[in-house]
């Protein structure tokens, strides 16, 4: 049959770095493409026993009838507590609604703002899976040049002057995904600044904020919020499990409230019984000590990876150092190929993810890699590592 596919399905990019859980679902491969927590860290006995408590309530069936769309109260009472306290974020105004991973936080805000052709100023490069959604919903994505502290300003400045209809500006504010990079809190200041200027939005994706294992703490730039123009994604995915696909948003009441009636379209809310256990587990442990560990575990491997690309990558190959979450990235000299160079490593057992995968726009190379330290073992960077360091040299004729 043929099919014929709404134009803004039709219309998706294909490809891009394809479909990451499938290039590591094959265990012979070193997983460095993923972006997954480790396993390591799930708090398995903990949430087993939550839930087999659960089940033995009198009032048990309540968590497997519908709940509401913002989510199960005392797990947004937590996250809200929890955000207002160590974070700084929440004013009177605002809300918290509890979404399917923070993708979906991003989903709902992107389908609520934006008309086709609007703009939307993103990162260059950014996360792949925001791209995806910024174009199935018709957006134009508009790229600025990263820098290590965050957005070129200039850049950014120039483009909220030139083009017409910006709804938004993109940023992944800590630990970024795909570089690793952290926005200083000068730039949050200046961004924040800059969408007053200009009245637009900015929506900040923050999944791996909490996964800091050096350098100095920086709040949100949604703590910075005073006029209701910030909407932040959080996620659980990294600090709990992804399997219980659940995230947050928080922003102002008006846009939360208008979120749950463009969700009743959906899934209408999150699994109710596991929005349960996430509120008894973060409400009976310390999740602040479940966090430190995590980052033990992190940091180790990140040095590691580190340590190993300092040994092995060739002259002119340079990479991120990041002071928290899941990735590096690892920067070829301009002009070379990383869709060859994630090609060939793949043909020799080691999944990457392509620059191309990350730009904004799409159909445009870029010369760097994302590696992803938290998911392999230790023995698995050593080798991979060594492996891709013998490829970037084929690829770069060295």
Not at 307 to 330: C, K, N, Q, T, Y
Request: hydrophobic share 40%; with cysteine; aromatic share 10%.
């Amino acid at each position: 049959m043929d099919y014929r596919f709404s134009k803004p399905f039709a219309s998706m990019p294909q490809g891009g770095g394809g479909d990451v859980l499938k290039m590591t679902a094959d265990p012979a491969t070193i997983p460095f493409a993923a972006g997954n927590p480790s396993a390591e860290t799930f708090p398995l006995k903990e949430l087993r026993a939550i839930a087999d408590e659960l089940f033995q309530r009198e009032d048990a069936p309540a968590l497997f009838q519908y709940g509401q769309t913002e989510g199960y109260d005392p797990l947004r009472d937590f996250l809200r507590q929890r955000m207002a306290q160590k974070h700084g974020t929440g004013r009177p105004e605002d809300e918290l609604m509890i979404t399917g991973g923070g993708q979906q936080a991003i989903d709902l805000f992107t389908r609520m703002m934006i008309d086709p052709g609007d703009v939307i100023l993103a990162e260059d490069p950014t996360f792949m899976g925001a791209l995806k959604t910024f174009a199935f919903d018709g957006a134009r994505v508009v790229g600025v040049p990263m820098e290590p502290d965050g957005m070129d300003l200039n850049a950014l400045e120039d483009q909220l002057r030139q083009q017409k209809n910006v709804k938004f500006i993109y940023v992944i504010t800590t630990f970024q995904n795909p570089t690793g990079y952290t926005t200083s809190m000068e730039k949050r200041r200046e961004i924040y600044a800059l969408a007053q200027r200009y009245d637009v939005m900015i929506l900040e994706d923050n999944p791996y904020f909490e996964l800091r294992y050096s350098g100095e703490y920086v709040p949100p730039l949604k703590s910075l919020d005073e006029d209701g123009r910030v909407f932040f994604a959080g996620s659980l995915s990294k600090i709990l499990s992804p399997g219980v696909r659940m995230g947050y948003a928080q922003a102002n009441r008006q846009l939360i409230e208008r979120m749950a009636q463009s969700r009743m379209a959906s899934d209408i809310h999150c699994n109710l019984f596991f929005q349960a256990v996430a509120a008894e587990y973060f409400n009976r442990f310390d999740l602040d000590a479940h966090i430190a560990a995590c980052c033990q575990l992190y940091r180790s491997k990140r040095d590691l990876m580190l340590e190993e690309l300092a040994a092995h990558m060739p002259d002119g190959v340079a990479f991120s150092r990041p002071d928290g979450g899941l990735f590096i990235w690892l920067a070829l000299p301009q002009g070379s190929n990383s869709d060859q160079l994630a090609a060939l490593a793949a043909q020799n057992g080691v999944a990457v993810v392509p620059g191309s995968a990350f730009v904004p726009g799409g159909c445009r190379e870029n010369p760097g890699v994302r590696l992803n330290y938290s998911t392999p073992t230790e023995e698995q960077i050593r080798r991979g590592v060594a492996i891709l360091a013998q490829c970037t040299r084929q690829v770069m004729g060295k």
